[in-house]
Each structure stands twice: as C-alpha cells, then as structure tokens.
C-alpha cells in the first residue's frame, strides 16, 4: 500500500514538505537565543521560534522562553521574515542578507523604534531535516561571537589616503 502512495504522490508531481531547523541569536546584544522549526511549503517556510533569553553584554540571562509564528522567504541573498510574538501580539520583521549557511541583518518591531540585529544560522547541505543536528545545542562559534552581532561595526570605507595625495 505503501508503494502504491509513494507512486501515486511521485506520478502526480506532489511532494512532500521539507523541514529544517534555523539557529539565530538576536536582540539589542544578542541576548536571545532561538530556534526556528520551519518547513517549507510553497516556497514560503513557515513555523514556530523557540526564545530563550540567554543574556548577553547589556543584559543579564534570565533564561525567560516564549514563541512565535513565522514565515520567512530567502529571495536571491536576501532574507526576509515576519512573526507575531505570542506573548504581546507584535509583529517584527526581518531583513537579512545571506552568506553561504548564514544570515545577518536587523529586525524591525511594531510600536517601538529599536532596531534589533539577528544572526540565523541555516543548516548546511540545503533542505533536510537537521533537527537531530541542531537540537540543545549551546554552542555556535559564530552566532556566538559579539562582532556577528555588532550592529555599530563599520563597513570599511576608503581612505583618503588610498586614493593618493591631494592637489
């Protein structure tokens, strides 16, 4: 019988959904840690966050969890998501560009003018389930690291200098 669905959903052209699991850490200094479950369903990933406050360089860790729906997009390098926090009902939308298995940009809130940053980390290897993988894991070099989230850093800008002298 098994079989015979299997041909049927291969035959008709459906597919099944694919599911994954994103890392981020995010927040005025990173001081929130998340996983996305997300799958994929009509090119738009759709799933829960999981925050933990995990405190960071302007806070201190208070270990406080609550969710959130989402729907992300990845268009090109670019991110885009939106979810409404459980808790107060906000909306918050992301903009993010991506980078091989990462991404990294600002996240937007309704009702307050605070621009948060984010880092996501997306499992590598594209669209599987990563769950085993990513499950209670603490440490990410990267989304670790205070520069991945230090929104004041500077794009290098030329120096004068480089241009050679002035006349």
């Excluded at 990173?30 to 960071?56: A, H, L, P």
Aim: charged content about 25%; proline content about 4%; aromatic content about 8%.
């Amino acid at each position: 019988m098994r079989t015979v669905l299997c041909g049927l959903f291969v035959g008709l052209g459906l597919s099944t959904a694919s599911a994954e699991v994103w890392q981020t850490r995010e927040g005025l200094c990173g001081e929130w840690r998340s996983q996305w479950e997300v799958e994929q369903q009509n090119g738009v990933w759709k799933g829960t966050i999981n925050y933990v406050q995990v405190g960071g360089p302007c806070s201190q860790r208070t270990d406080q969890r609550t969710s959130s729906d989402v729907e992300a997009a990845i268009v090109g390098g670019s991110f885009y998501a939106v979810h409404r926090n459980q808790q107060d009902g906000r909306v918050c939308s992301y903009y993010g560009q991506i980078d091989e298995d990462r991404a990294k940009g600002f996240e937007l809130c309704e009702g307050t003018a605070v621009r948060l940053t984010f880092a996501l980390r997306l499992p590598p290897g594209g669209s599987r389930d990563v769950r085993e993988r990513y499950q209670g894991r603490e440490r990410d070099e990267w989304l670790d690291d205070p520069q991945t989230l230090d929104r004041d850093q500077a794009h290098p800008s030329p120096r004068l200098d480089q241009f050679g002298p002035r006349r």
